[in-house]
């Protein structure tokens, strides 16, 4: 069975251009959820969505980034314009479970973003 | 805000020895999980204890749980080289899907 497939691993952009972030999460997982990771501190929500439905985006940290999970399949992460603080591992990771407080949630390996 | 924080925040011991890490949370919770995290890697659950048990076992691992201190503490017996990645608790919230995580323990394993 295919894990949590994101992509790209690696993206160098200059501050102020766009980048757009995927994931694929395990086939038939409603449960999708963003996190992040900037320069070895806490991993940090930043959203979460219930097949189409942001279920929660309380981490989202301002609306330079939009996230999208159209169809409840593959979700897209797009910060735009970027800036310097948007470095970090975005991680992506998905879970079937239905009762909140419940089950492990599986994990991408995470798109390193780089802004210059 | 940061829910978990685990301690150390590094750890090198020799392979073989036994490796000890603490979590502490703030919030009440419904379970208490653990990730490690090769270098470069996604995150790998590793095991998931739940706020009405004290202590449990997989393989090499041990993990505690002591919901009056709001703690939890992680024990890797016989320390391999392959076990050298950062450790992260996250707890899970009794009335929220989503996980809070900490900052993580390095633990580097000399062989």
């Known amino acids: 069975e295919a894990g949590v497939t994101q992509f790209p691993s690696h993206s160098v952009i200059e501050k102020g251009q766009t980048v757009t972030l995927r994931c694929d999460p395990i086939?038939?997982?409603?449960?999708l959820y963003w996190y992040r990771r900037v320069m070895g501190k806490e991993i940090k929500f930043l959203l979460h969505f219930v097949k189409e439905s942001k279920q929660d985006e309380s981490g989202m940290p301002n609306n330079r980034f939009l996230a999208e999970r159209t169809g409840g399949t593959y979700s897209t992460l797009k910060v735009q314009p970027a800036e310097l603080e948007d470095s970090g591992v975005y991680f992506c990771?998905?879970?079937?479970?239905?009762?909140?407080?419940?089950?492990?949630?599986?994990f991408g390996e995470g798109s390193r973003l780089t802004v210059l | 805000s940061q829910q978990g924080e685990e301690d150390p925040q590094a750890l090198s011991i020799q392979e073989g020895e036994n490796a000890t890490m603490n979590c502490s949370y703030k919030t009440s919770i419904n379970n208490l999980q653990w990730y490690r995290q090769n270098s470069g890697r996604g995150l790998v659950h590793l095991i998931l204890i739940r706020s009405n048990e004290r202590e449990k076992h997989s393989g090499r691992l041990r993990v505690t749980l002591d919901t009056s201190k709001k703690s939890s503490s992680l024990l890797i017996t016989a320390s391999r080289a392959a076990d050298t990645a950062s450790y992260f608790c996250?707890?899970?919230?009794?009335?929220?899907?989503?996980?809070?995580f900490g900052a993580g323990t390095t633990v580097t394993v000399r062989a």
């Open positions: 990771a998905s879970s079937p479970r239905r009762v909140p407080g419940t089950g492990e949630l599986f």
């Open positions: 086939s038939g997982h409603d449960n």
């Open positions: 996250a707890t899970g919230p009794s009335n929220d899907y989503k996980l809070s």
